[in-house]
């Protein structure tokens, strides 16, 4: 593959831009590993890439870890981890993403979908349609030290649900892995990264620990951690931008009520 020569430049001695001071733990998002050659959303990056984007945290002097680690460290006062997250539970992180993390020593979270295993990301319109893991899939992602959290059963909006369907998507989903692996999860991802407060606080009477977001705005929280979507464009100065950008991320003021929503979904993160 070849050189990106603005990765070159951002990695010279004498002109090597720093992350910045981060108010928020750094969370990556990326979804299935892959050829993106037929990609209408933007959130599939090949294998190649992601070693290339592994290799530039690595020389930031940053790890790679699931989030309940990354928070479990932060608590702690323990710096130099970047969160590593891949939604919807595609069945080539087996294949394509997890001897990659392997290479570089790092670890991730995955958040999978109890309600569709074995299935297909029937939720996309314009396709293409990609498998999801089967049942022993995730158990094998599981034995493999990776964490497992819940992104819901189905994949659905949360916040257009009635209360017991959203009860549902969030403590049964947590209930199935659970069973799945031995060990119940602590990490909830929001479908759509969309949420508002009553999703929220369902998430956190469900039992889980943490719930990621894309971009919460006002319910910024430990139920609504912001991440930043990984693209297969993402490379030297890009990555490090996405960096500054997350360091410099406000909070607007508080609202009750808010219904904060991730990309539109013809396009963008999923």
């Known amino acids: 593959m070849a050189a ?14 720093r992350p910045h001071t981060r108010r928020q733990p750094w969370i990556l998002t990326y979804h299935s590993v892959t050829d993106p050659g037929d990609d209408p959303y933007g959130i599939t990056v090949s294998p190649d890439r992601l070693d290339e984007q592994l290799s530039w945290l690595r020389s930031r002097r940053l790890t790679g870890v699931g989030v309940s680690e990354l928070l479990r460290a932060g608590d702690a ?4 981890l970047v969160g590593l997250t891949f939604d919807d539970g595609y ?11 392997r290479r570089h020593g790092f670890r991730a979270t995955l958040f999978v979908l109890p309600g569709r295993p074995g299935g297909v990301n029937a939720w996309d319109p314009l396709g293409p ?8 899939g995730v158990r094998r992602v599981a034995a493999a030290g990776m964490e497992v959290g819940s992104h819901g059963l189905y994949h659905q909006d949360l916040t257009e649900l009635p209360d017991e369907e959203l009860h549902r ?7 199935l892995i659970g069973e799945l692996t031995g060990s119940l999860p602590e990490g909830f991802c929001y479908p759509y990264g969309i949420l508002d407060r009553r999703v929220s606080e369902a998430a956190r009477s469900a039992g889980y620990g943490y719930a990621c977001a894309l971009a919460p705005g006002p319910l910024l929280s430990r139920f609504a951690l912001p991440r930043t979507h990984i693209s297969q464009a993402d490379r030297g100065v890009r990555l490090w931008a996405k960096d500054l950008r997350h360091g410099l991320r406000q909070v607007a003021a508080p609202g009750a009520g808010t219904r904060v929503a991730g990309p539109a979904r013809t396009g963008g993160a999923r």
């Open 91 to 101: 069945a080539d992180f087996l294949d394509e993403a997890l001897p990659v993390l």
């Open 129 to 136: 349609r990609k498998p999801l893991l089967t049942l022993d």
């Open 169 to 175: 998507e969030t403590a049964r989903s947590r209930e």
């Open 77 to 80: 006062g323990r710096r130099g």
């Open 4 to 17: 990106d020569p603005s990765a070159h430049r951002a990695d010279a001695p004498s002109s090597r831009p």
